[in-house]
């Protein structure tokens, strides 16, 4: 097993060396070159199908920045302090941007390796500085790009949508993100980018090298932009909630889902106005909302029921594994909004039954100090709704054993479901829209 103290010391820097484009009828095909000297070269390529046309100079723009992100699953292996890169310009301002998102998006991936470093540390990004202008693009846009993941959450996106022009968007799509896809008979269309990782880099891990959590979500806003672009929809529109916010790690800047965050989303729009003067915005629909409302929404989508999976471990075979924090966290947060019954039917067993989700249920709950390295809501809506379930007579393994617990916090249900977070960026027409459907 290698360490991050030894690894930096053989290996001091990482080159992004270059990126090739090449239009293949109707698709952009492009292929990224990173090198850690004395280590490896790696290669890596994205697919965007090009519905629409396009100012070569913006596109460029576009997919220099999006192998800026890809840097991050290849540097992390061995970490160097120096980012070198070499095919193209930055500011000053774009530098100090990246060694953030480099910082607190590996926040998780520092903390499970047992590193501990400052930010100005971490990593220093060398290249050639320069003031850049926005390139102007002016481009006519409507309609919306909702990403799918798969889970609940973008499926209560796709049915608030439902009368705005949706075209579904995906990376590397797999079983259950194309089953909700096709649940949903009202969109105007469907757009897949496809990603292919260097399988050099998963030998790597093999052999002991540093792995772990990435900001995937910052690959998919970066390569949301260029989707967007292509496909001529003005709305990226994301399913993240007010519950992102909170950190994984007690009284740490460490979360699992900083990417998810409304911190992000704020910086991640400033940094695409410093390259594109764009009319497509980047926002969250249910920013204003926590986990427990965004489940009573999703609660009335009945016909999504049999498909949606939010589980990480059995999405892509289309399954819910059933023994995985995300797993339990989605049937606890259902609990006020759906009966056992249907729980079951979802799920295939009753979780709260189960002796091995012990640990997880501590740590959903807040009696473990901290939260299960998943998407999850907080730890309040959790308790909050495990509150309601005993309140209404409702008895399990893991409840009776913590009941004592968990009737300790406050019924706060309806007041929960009628919270509103006012740091948002929905456009006026969107936040309407959700608003209506809370208050149903």
């Known amino acids: 097993m290698f360490t991050f103290e030894a690894l930096r010391k053989e290996y001091d820097s990482f080159i992004y060396k270059d990126y090739s484009v090449e239009r293949k009828e109707n698709a952009y095909r492009v292929e990224y070159h990173f090198s850690i000297p004395g280590l490896k070269d790696f290669k890596s390529s994205w697919e965007f ?3 629409v046309d396009a100012d070569e100079e913006i596109l460029n723009r576009l997919f220099f920045n999006l192998g800026m992100v890809e840097t991050i699953s290849y540097w992390k292996c061995a970490c160097p302090p120096r980012l070198i890169v070499e095919c193209g310009e930055l500011s000053k301002e774009q530098c100090a941007w990246w060694e953030k998102l480099y910082y607190n998006g590996l926040g998780e991936f520092m903390y499970r390796n047992g590193i501990e470093v400052s930010q100005d540390e971490l990593v220093r990004i060398e290249c050639r500085e320069t003031t850049i202008a926005p390139l102007k693009d002016g481009k006519e846009y409507q309609g919306c790009l909702v990403s799918v993941g798969g889970g609940k959450d973008s499926v209560v996106s796709l049915e608030l949508l439902k009368e705005e022009g949706i075209t579904t968007y995906a990376v590397n799509g797999n079983a259950t993100t194309h089953n909700v896809i096709d649940v949903c008979d ?11 990782l260097d399988k050099e880099l998963l030998e790597l891990n093999k052999l002991g090298y540093l792995n772990g959590h990435i900001p995937f979500s910052a690959v998919v806003a970066f390569s949301s932009v260029i989707s967007a672009y292509l ?24 979360n699992h889902q900083y990417s998810k965050s409304y911190e992000f989303e704020q910086d991640f729009m400033w940094y695409v106005k410093t390259l594109v003067d764009t009319p497509i915005l980047y926002f969250s629909l249910l920013r204003p909302l ?12 009945k016909q999504y029921h049999k498909v949606f999976r939010s589980c990480n471990a059995g999405s892509k075979q289309g399954i819910w594994c059933c023994e995985c924090p995300k797993c339990l966290f989605v049937y606890i947060i259902l609990l006020p909004f759906l009966s ?15 002796e091995s989700l012990d640990l997880y249920f501590r740590e959903l709950t807040g009696i473990e100090e901290n939260k299960p390295f998943e998407c999850v809501g907080t730890r309040k809506e ?19 054993r913590y009941k004592e617990f968990i009737l300790q916090e406050p019924d706060v249900l309806e007041t929960l479901l009628q919270g509103w977070e006012s740091e948002n960026n929905l456009p006026e027409a969107y936040k309407s829209i959700l608003e209506r459907c809370v208050k149903q």
Request: glycine share 6%; charged share 25%.
């Open 49 to 51: 199908p090009a519905l």
């Open 186 to 196: 009202y969109k105007k269309g469907t757009y897949e980018a496809r990603r292919v």
């Open 231 to 254: 496909s001529g929809n003005q709305y990226i529109v994301l399913s993240n909630e007010t519950s992102a916010n909170e950190t994984t790690v007690k009284d740490s800047f460490v």
């Open 290 to 301: 926590m986990e427990i409302q965004i489940a009573m929404l999703f609660a009335r989508s």
């Open 340 to 354: 056992q019954e249907e729980l079951v039917e979802i799920f295939g067993e009753n979780l709260l039954e189960k």
């Open 382 to 400: 959790v308790l909050v709704s495990l509150k309601d379930y005993i309140l209404k007579g409702g008895k399990s393994l893991l409840t009776e």
